[in-house]
């Protein structure tokens, strides 16, 4: 008799994986394991898992847990596989959080600073400002104004001050005067004029009295007389005149 020899075939039965969160079949069909862009949800089971969310990745099989996109960067693709699908927040935008999902989880550079490059806010130095939010550049402090802070438009100098340098405002020096605010220079008092304030004009000096210096003003001497208003100088009274007042011109002598 002869002895025949038999085979006997086994047909592995294929695993059925949900693909929509994430799962795939391994090698051989017989189970099921979580894809990249994916994370294990059940220790029990390999096959439950869940597509990472927006902001997330996973380049890896059978994780238990998806990667947040680092602060300053964002993640639009929901089952993301690597970093690579993280993206840097806008100009004048930063993630101060990590696992974003959109350019509008990024916040706004706040006033003071401005976006020094994508994802990145700088404070803005020296006399420059910025007032609104997500700004992409400060603003310069003029000739004239006075910085208040990084966050705050800048104020106009002061009558009697003037801008000294942009964003720096500096007083008068003597006999120096400006009337009106962000004046950018002072104005010196001239000879018949008598200096009041540095925040006002200087008034002409009175007849009797002579501008005896810039902004100051000097009463006449013995005989001597000014008619007009911002005299230089006094007249002595001639002889054959008759001394009035310091303020009014002399008479001829009478017959």
């Given at each position: 008799n002869r002895l025949h020899a038999t085979t006997t075939s086994f047909e592995v039965k294929r695993a059925t994986c949900s693909e929509s969160s994430g799962a795939r079949t391994v090698t051989d069909g017989s189970s099921c394991e979580c894809a990249p862009g994916s994370s294990r949800q059940n220790a029990n089971d390999p096959g439950a898992c869940a597509k990472c969310s927006a902001g997330f990745y996973q380049p890896s099989s059978g994780k238990f847990a998806c990667t947040p996109c680092s602060a300053g960067l964002y993640g639009p693709t929901v089952g993301a596989v690597g970093l690579n699908n993280c993206v840097t927040c806008t100009l004048g935008r930063t993630g101060v959080v990590s696992g974003l999902a959109s350019v509008d989880a990024c916040s706004e550079c706040p006033t003071g600073t401005f976006g020094s490059a994508p994802g990145v806010c700088s404070p803005c130095k020296s006399t420059n400002y910025t007032t609104s939010t997500g700004a992409h550049s400060c603003v310069t402090s003029k000739l004239g104004e006075k910085f208040v802070s990084s966050s705050f438009s800048p104020l106009l100098c002061d009558a009697g001050t003037f801008g000294s340098a942009p964003g720096n405002c500096t007083a008068c020096g003597d006999m120096e005067y400006s009337v009106s605010k962000g004046s950018t220079s002072c104005v010196k008092a001239e000879i018949g004029e008598q200096f009041v304030s540095p925040s006002s004009a200087p008034q002409a000096c009175d007849a009797g009295t002579f501008g005896s210096?810039?902004?100051?003003?000097?009463?006449?001497?013995?005989?001597?007389?000014?008619?007009?208003?911002?005299?230089?100088?006094?007249?002595?009274?001639?002889?054959?005149?008759?001394?009035?007042?310091?303020?009014?011109a002399p008479q001829a002598c009478d017959a």
């Open positions: 210096a810039p902004g100051k003003c000097t009463a006449c001497g013995d005989m001597e007389y000014s008619v007009s208003k911002g005299s230089t100088s006094c007249v002595k009274a001639k002889i054959g005149e008759q001394f009035v007042s310091p303020s009014s």
